[in-house]
């Protein structure tokens, strides 16, 4: 996703330097570009980082994930708990134990084990899904107002400098997947009549 924001801004940059080198456009190609519809495309960026930091919200999300934290730790250290006991219990045991008996309780030992892992595993997974759940409504609020500021602005693509995955918000006009999608859909000449 970085090589996709340095190759927009690398084709910023030389569309804006072969601009410039090729001097200001005349009245008569401006007055052209006017009838025509056209104008330079506005690029911007913000970043979500600072932002999201700014949201009133931000904080009783934080302190309702930290409370699901909380629990997964207690729940995690009850599983624990259990399997140390058990533990304890088969040490005090284990010499008076036919070999039949502490297969067994080993055996046991390994399936309380392989349940805390599990338990582990799930406990992350409910923790994250309440991250994403409470992050959700402050990124649909903060996406909807990129798109606010790039419509009153008259930005055409907005890139949001924090992200991983590059947020961005863009005007329809700017859009080349129709055209893309016409290209790909004409028919392919035959390579041995060229």
Known sequence: MRNILAALLL????????????????SAGKQADARA????TRIAVFDSRIVLDSMPERR???SELALAQAQARVKLEAA?????AAVDELAKFEQTMSMREREAVTLNLRARELLVEETVARLDQDVQRAYVTLRQPMVER???AVRAVREKEGYDLLIDLASEGLMLEASPSINLTS???RELRKPVADVRHR
């Open 142 to 144: 903060l996406r909807a």
């Open 60 to 62: 009783r999300a934080e």
């Open 179 to 181: 055209l893309v999608l």
């Open 11 to 26: 084709s910023l940059v030389v569309l804006t330097t072969s601009a410039s080198a090729q001097g200001a456009p005349s």
């Open 37 to 40: 519809g056209l104008r330079p």
């Open 80 to 84: 624990k708990d259990s399997l140390r």
